[in-house]
């Protein structure tokens, strides 16, 4: 079976890295989370515990070294050297991560990096800007969505089951934020590419949007 590079991309919270991560590893494809690129950048920045400078963010993003590590149900993430993977999944890396990808130079930084990891191909890469920037002449190109509220009740639970305690109105005004800043910024916005195949897993349960994803992937490859 020819391996393939596989492009999808969608809002926050729809469930792309899970899913992705699931149908790579069944296919045997490597797993790119490129979110967890740009909350890395975002991390480093909270660590220095400067105000929000674009320029000092750019050149954090210039310098630091993001490694992924795939185990058995989980990707994990470095920064340079640090294990990094629940510390990026925390709101206060949420509530500013949609403003540091906004960065043009720190969006160049990170798809330089996409690029390189996608050329010798089967690659299944998740992201906002995937089937439009970073790999444009991907094989497939999925956009997976859901509702605002389905995608906040989803982040929710997630919160809930790492004993995070947040509102629910707090978690859907988020998502309902990094949509707005995803689309409207001047970088690379959110859109579905043009040949882009739509799922909307707002009604589907974890497995039956696997599913559904992994039917457009095997279709491709024949």
């Known amino acids: 079976m020819k391996k393939i590079v596989v492009a999808i991309d969608g809002p926050a919270g729809a469930g792309k890295s899970t899913i992705a ?122 956009f997976l969505t859901a509702s605002p509220e389905a995608r906040a009740t989803r982040r929710w639970k997630e919160y809930q089951q790492k004993g995070i305690d947040t509102p629910y109105e707090d978690v859907l005004a988020d998502v309902k934020q990094r949509d707005y800043q995803d689309t409207h910024r001047a970088a690379a916005p959110l859109k579905q590419a043009d040949d882009a195949v739509l799922l909307d897993t707002s009604e589907l349960n974890f497995e039956q949007s696997f599913e559904a994803m992994k039917k457009m992937i095997t279709e491709k490859v024949g």
Do not use: C, H
């Open 21 to 142: 991560k699931l149908a790579a590893e069944k296919l045997g494809y490597a797993y790119i989370d490129t979110g967890a690129m740009y909350r890395s950048v975002a991390w480093k920045f909270l660590q220095t515990g400067k105000p929000f400078d674009e320029d000092f963010i750019s050149g954090l993003s210039k310098t630091m070294l993001i490694d992924f590590k795939p185990e058995a149900k989980i990707n994990r993430v470095f920064v340079d050297g640090t294990e990094v993977t629940d510390a990026i999944r925390t709101p206060e890396v949420t509530a500013i991560v949609s403003r540091v990808a906004a960065i043009g130079a720190v969006r160049e930084a990170m798809v330089d990096q996409q690029r390189r990891m996608g050329e010798a191909g089967g690659v299944l890469m998740d992201g906002r800007d995937i089937g439009t920037v970073v790999l444009p002449n991907a094989t497939v190109k999925i």
